[in-house]
């Protein structure tokens, strides 16, 4: 099931074509974890299976770079080079960018946050505006992996630089080598994903991680997972995890 997320992707007034898909329950979920772990190739897993909307701060980045400069505002020209280095965007514009998308969170069908929040300081924002909307997170999911497994996905990620979905150059090749089996787009390596920004992610991942963990368990959300093995063995472990808390 692909969403058109323009109402995440684009903010403002642009709103989404496509309807969610009626679900016995709304799952509103954040995705935790490491660069490369797998968080957006499980989110897209759980939207189909879920219904759940995706909602990655990342791919409002990545989106943005796509527009000419003179469509884009000063502050995401400078979110854009934080990202292309590794570094984490600032808080403030991370959050200004996600309280013009809150309606998302509203959304019949529910959510994934996929790398939101990444600090203690996104994460109560998060709180306060879920409490202002009126809405409660389910849980909180933690992807773990050993470091050898990281590296090898991130070093393999391919994506289509005009949807957005992810290859593997060999655990998921387009069909045609190069062309996006979804939407014929170029498929090309993220600038992040060269080998000395990745470890600069990993770096802020490791700084930022632990009080944000913390902040979740103590908040009774958190959900610490396995992320290695195949895609299904994962759903079914995170599904197995979710059906237990119900
Ligand atoms: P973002 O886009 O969020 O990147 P990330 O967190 O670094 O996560 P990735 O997209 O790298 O990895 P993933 O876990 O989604 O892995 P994937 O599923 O693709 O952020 C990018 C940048 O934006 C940040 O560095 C920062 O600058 C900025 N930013 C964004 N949000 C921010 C925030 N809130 N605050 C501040 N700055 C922010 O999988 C990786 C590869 O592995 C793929 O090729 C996939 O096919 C393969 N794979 C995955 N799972 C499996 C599996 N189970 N088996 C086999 N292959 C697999």
Redesign the pocket.
């Known amino acids: 099931m692909t969403r058109d997320r323009a109402t995440w992707l684009k903010g403002g007034p642009a709103a989404c074509d496509v309807q969610p898909p009626k679900t016995q329950r709304p799952w509103r979920l954040v995705l935790l ?1 490491p ?7 499980h989110a897209a897993v759980l939207t189909e299976r879920l219904g759940a909307c995706p909602l ?4 409002i ?1 990545r989106a943005a770079k796509s527009l000419p400069d003179c469509e884009r505002t000063p502050a995401m020209t400078a979110a854009i080079s ?2 292309r280095r ?4 600032p808080d403030e514009t ?1 959050l200004a960018l996600v309280r013009e998308r809150a309606q998302c969170m509203r959304c019949p069908g529910g959510f994934l946050l ?5 600090t203690v300081a ?1 994460a109560e924002a998060l709180q306060a505006t879920l409490k202002e909307l009126g809405v409660k997170l389910d849980a909180v999911l933690c992807y773990e992996a050993p470091v050898e497994v990281i590296l090898r ?2 070093n ?2 391919r994506i289509c630089s005009k949807c957005g979905a ?3 150059l060999t ?2 090749p387009p069909k045609a080598a190069g062309i996006c089996d979804v939407c014929g787009g170029p498929v090309i390596q993220r600038d ?1 994903d060269r080998l000395e920004v990745a470890q600069t ?1 990993l770096d ?1 991942y490791e700084k930022n991680a632990a009080p944000l963990i913390e902040y979740y368990r103590k908040l009774g959300l958190l959900i610490s997972l396995d ?1 290695s ?3 299904d063995v ?1 759903f079914k472990r995170t599904q197995t995890a979710l059906e237990s808390r119900v």
Do not use: I, W
Not at 35 to 41: I, N, S
Not at 56 to 59: E, V
Not at 114 to 118: A, E, I, K, L, V
């Open positions: 974890g660069p490369g772990v797998g968080k957006g190739t990655s701060t990342g791919d980045f934080y990202m590794g570094e984490l965007v991370v996929d790398g939101f929040p990444r996104q996905q991130v393999g990620r992810v290859y593997h655990n998921r992040d992610r802020a992320g093995g195949g895609t994962v």
